[in-house]
């Protein structure tokens, strides 16, 4: 190379070279101050939380009519319940002094333990409790200043006695006034909800517990959310995460509760379809979600719907959806399970899925 070319060419790099040090040097980029970046930091975390309380109380709201209304389903894991999700100022340990600050400012616990969600319907709002309310007894177990941090840490475990009660007396403060109210426990499916607070539209259950990922919560309207959440508890009354590990042996719980996910999502689902009994057990939980749905007094049309809606996203992001379609058979499963129930509701027929034995 001729020297003076080779000269050339480096001119112009070492040129751009410069210019960006320059560049670098040259701006200036405002100072964010310690105070200002706290206080930013607090507003952004009580906003966080309280999205994340508000669709709790949500999906709450959605699966309560799921579990009063399927008792006969859920196989001797009923439980007695009010229908409310409560928490206490220092109720949950792990939290740091940021978080509890926020919590505080969300719940204006005033030191008692506060009721953040009523579901509809449920024993403790046909009694008149409401959201925001600070319960300040039990029974004649009364909240005090000094006996403040030992009645919010038993409150769970006291009302959990009371619930044996035909009816549990509540006091609670509201705006200033406190009000009584005996509240009769609602025998339900004990199936328990939480939230993962992560984007990914997924859910899934362990047998006892569903989980909805705060992705699925904001992605899906509320019908479409109490169907994800019917398919769920389906998976519970069906003892399909028992029957998983004792046909595969102890590993298998874990894998089960992974895997419903993502075949909930479609998408990834063919690296599973060697599975077969991962598919009937999807199957069967379509199936029953719809029975689910129907016996807790909710129409099932147009329930199929979501998979239509999913599986844009999943074609969206996954070519494997291409070479196996599991979306367009899920939706003409729930559409056939549809026709079915509505054939059984016009001849009267009790709504149980085929082949179901209730005991
Ligand atoms: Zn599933």
């Keep these: 190379m001729n020297p003076h070319n080779y000269a050339t060419k480096l001119i112009p790099s070492f040129s751009v070279t410069v210019l960006l040090i320059v560049g670098c040097a040259s701006i200036d980029v405002p100072r964010v101050p310690s105070d200002e970046l706290a206080v930013e930091r607090q507003l952004q975390l009580e906003h966080t939380l309280s999205v994340g309380f508000s669709q709790i109380a949500r999906l709450h709201d959605l699966l309560w009519p799921l579990l009063q209304g399927n008792t006969d389903f859920c196989r001797g894991m009923t439980t007695r319940s009010l229908g409310i999700r409560h928490t206490s100022p220092r109720g949950e340990t792990g939290l740091s002094s940021v978080e509890l600050k926020a919590r505080d400012a969300i719940f204006n616990f005033n030191g008692r333990p506060v009721i953040y969600a009523v579901a509809k319907g449920s024993p403790a709002d046909v009694a008149g409790v409401q959201p925001n309310d600070r319960i300040v007894a039990v029974g004649n177990w009364t909240w005090t200043a000094t006996s403040a941090s030992e009645f919010n840490r038993s409150l769970p475990r006291r009302l959990d006695v009371m619930m044996r009660r035909d009816s549990v007396p509540l006091e609670i403060e509201r705006d200033g006034e406190r009000f009584r109210m005996n509240v009769t426990p609602a025998r339900v499916c004990g199936v328990k909800l939480s939230l993962k607070p992560t984007l990914e539209v997924q859910a899934r259950t362990n047998g006892r517990e569903i989980l909805v990922t705060l992705g699925m919560a904001e992605r ?140």
């Design 220 to 359: 899906l309207d509320d019908e479409q959310v109490r169907t994800v959440l019917a398919h769920e508890l389906a998976h519970c009354t069906m003892g399909h995460i028992t029957r998983a590990s004792v046909n595969s042996g102890v590993g298998l719980l874990f894998d089960l509760a992974f895997l419903t996910q993502r075949v909930w999502l479609g998408g990834v689902f063919s690296r599973l379809s060697r599975d077969a009994m991962s598919i009937n057990i999807e199957r069967e939980a379509d199936y029953a979600s719809m029975y689910l749905l129907a016996n807790a007094g909710f129409d099932t049309a147009g329930r199929a719907e979501i998979w239509r809606e999913l599986a844009d996203e999943v074609t969206f992001r996954s070519s494997l959806f291409n070479t196996h379609p599991y979306s367009p058979e899920r939706y003409l499963l729930l559409t056939k399970t549809h026709e079915e129930i509505e054939r059984k509701r016009q001849q009267g027929q009790p709504l149980v899925p085929n082949g179901m034995r209730i005991r």
